[in-house]
């Protein structure tokens, strides 16, 4: 029986920090090993250093989209841009990237090949978890379980 956690980096705009956390909670309780910058970096450390290795070190990137994401210059964008760099290194037929909509809102353009969830909706937690779950057996990390 595996004993690793799933690794996933939670990929977000700032706007969206309070429903971001609730899922990172939510995560944590069902046995994922999430990764929010509000809650593992340290004052003192090199954020954009810590980010590229939570990247690198994670097992899926589950981008938290919103109006505000969607719409939003900066940072978000990047990370974006790094998730699917990484995404075109996996094997075909591998969940590695997830997009999750918060709300009703436009994919962007270069996200619409893959299958997104709509966390708002009814059933939405429970496709993410099975995608997660997917995830976990490609990976040898412990399922999640089921809320």
């Not at 990247?55 to 981008?63: G, K, P, T, W």
């Not at 719409?71 to 964008?77: A, F, L, M, R, T």
């Given at each position: 029986m595996p004993s690793k956690l799933l690794k996933i980096f939670l990929c977000h705009s700032s706007g969206d920090k309070p429903q971001v956390r609730a899922l990172h909670d939510v995560l944590l309780k069902i046995g994922a090993a999430p990764w929010l910058d509000a809650e593992q970096?340290?004052?003192?450390?090199?954020?954009?250093?810590?980010?590229?290795?939570?990247?690198?070190?994670?097992?899926?990137?589950?981008?938290?989209?919103?109006?505000?994401?969607?719409?939003?210059?900066?940072?978000?964008?990047k990370e974006i841009r790094v998730a699917l760099d990484r995404a075109l290194e996996m094997p075909e037929g591998r969940i590695f990237l997830i997009p999750a909509r918060l709300e009703e809102c436009e994919l962007p353009h270069r996200l619409k090949s893959y299958q997104w969830v709509d966390l708002f909706s009814e059933g939405g937690m429970e496709k993410l978890i099975k995608s997660l779950n997917l995830r976990a057996k490609q990976v040898g990390a412990k399922t999640l379980l089921v809320k």
């Open positions: 970096l340290l004052p003192g450390q090199d954020w954009n250093l810590e980010i590229q290795k939570a990247l690198d070190a994670s097992d899926v990137i589950l981008l938290c989209l919103s109006k505000k994401s969607v719409d939003k210059e900066g940072y978000v964008q």
